[in-house]
């Protein structure tokens, strides 16, 4: 397991044919799956997407192939967080 920073490009709502770009730190696993999260209030919600390395940058594999698994977990964790706990801490903050 390996730190990296992975690039998401979102379709705008706003202006149709634009999209955005929004970097998230991440565990890479392997070279084509990464854990990252995204806090919200008091909640985190953990993403297990597929990655590609386009020109030297990790994107996010766009498409329902690209989304492996996420859940929302209560408190704020990071990356880092997530790396540091046992599958028992992960498990218990998944329940409570």
Do not use: P
């Amino acid at each position: 397991m390996t730190f990296a920073t992975v690039t998401k490009y979102i379709k705008d709502l706003d202006v149709v044919g634009e999209t955005s770009a929004e970097t998230y730190d991440a565990l890479l696993i392997g070279s084509s799956i990464a854990i990252t999260v995204d806090n919200f209030c008091d909640k985190t919600y953990v993403m297990v997407e597929r990655v590609e390395d386009i020109d030297g940058e990790l994107r996010v594999c766009d498409g329902k192939e690209g989304h492996l698994y996420d859940i929302n977990v209560n408190g704020t964790l990071t990356v880092h967080d997530l790396a540091s706990m046992s599958t028992v801490d992960y498990i218990l903050a998944c329940i409570q």
